[in-house]
T-cell receptor
Framework: DVKVTQSSRYLVKRTGEKVFLECVQDMDHENMFWYRQDPGLGLRLIYFSYDVKMKEKGDIPEGYSVSREKKERFSLILESASTNQTSMYLC????????????FGEGSRLTVL | AQTVTQSQPEMSVQEAETVTLSCTYDTSESDYYLFWYKQPPSRQMILVIRQEAYKQQNATENRFSVNFQKAAKSFSLKISDSQLGDAAMYFCAYLSNFGNEKLTFGTGTRLTIIP
């Protein structure tokens, strides 16, 4: 079974803390994505990576950074967490190419107090 | 930039009945893909169905089918013989075929199945 694994299903952090969300895929996909999911807003793209050490900003990159040191791993970093970053974070991956399916992890629900 | 609109935040249907979820999109491109994804409660998002814009024939996957109207930029999902396991959030998504690997998602429709 193909898999995208997110390291934490639930996290509770305090304002100002540094937060790492880890994502690993076992499908050798070139492209990896971090989305944020909020009720009524759907999925919004934070960052994506199309190759190791390569990244591009999505629609809402402010307050976030990413790291992709290995092909299978894509990390989302909140340098200084704020309460408005309380959300569900979804990692996904897909191959480059026309119409390729996006595979998702189970999500990480982050609460910032 | 492309936009995807799902105008029905919530829908409900009786078990075994048919329901249609709406999706419209805005693009100036002629070659693209459209998707419906399903997110069951507390479970990961999975692909339901995919449509290539240059194919006129509507995609079908078992009980799931789409009505793709390219000129109207409409892409609705029809679920026939609804089952309890169909209860989920459904997201419509757009993918350009011009080198941009990003999917753009709608805001989702929560589907409830009434036993």
């Amino acid at each position: 079974d193909v898999k995208v694994t997110q390291s934490s299903r639930y996290l509770v952090k305090r304002t100002g803390e540094k937060v790492f969300l880890e994502c690993v895929q076992d499908m050798d996909h070139e492209n990896m994505f971090w989305y944020r999911q909020d009720p009524g807003l759907g999925l919004r793209l934070i960052y994506f990576s199309y190759d190791v050490k390569m990244k591009e900003k999505g629609d809402i990159p402010e307050g976030y950074s990413v790291s992709r040191e290995k092909k299978e791993r894509f990390s989302l970093i909140l340098e200084s967490a704020s309460t408005n970053q309380t959300s569900m974070y979804l990692c996904a991956s897909r191959n480059t190419g026309a119409g390729g399916e996006l595979f998702f992890g189970e999500g990480s629900r982050l609460t910032v107090l | 930039a492309q936009t995807v609109t799902q105008s029905q935040p919530e829908m409900s249907v009786q078990e075994a009945e048919t329901v249609t979820l709406s999706c419209t999109y805005d693009t100036s491109e002629s070659d693209y893909y459209l998707f419906w994804y399903k997110q069951p409660p507390s479970r990961q998002m999975i692909l339901v169905i995919r449509q290539e814009a240059y194919k006129q024939q509507n995609a079908t996957e078992n009980r799931f089918s789409v009505n793709f109207q390219k000129a109207a930029k409409s892409f609705s999902l029809k679920i026939s013989d609804s089952q309890l396991g169909d209860a989920a959030m459904y997201f419509c998504a757009y993918l350009s075929n011009f080198g941009n690997e990003k999917l753009t998602f709608g805001t989702g429709t929560r589907l409830t199945i009434i036993p």
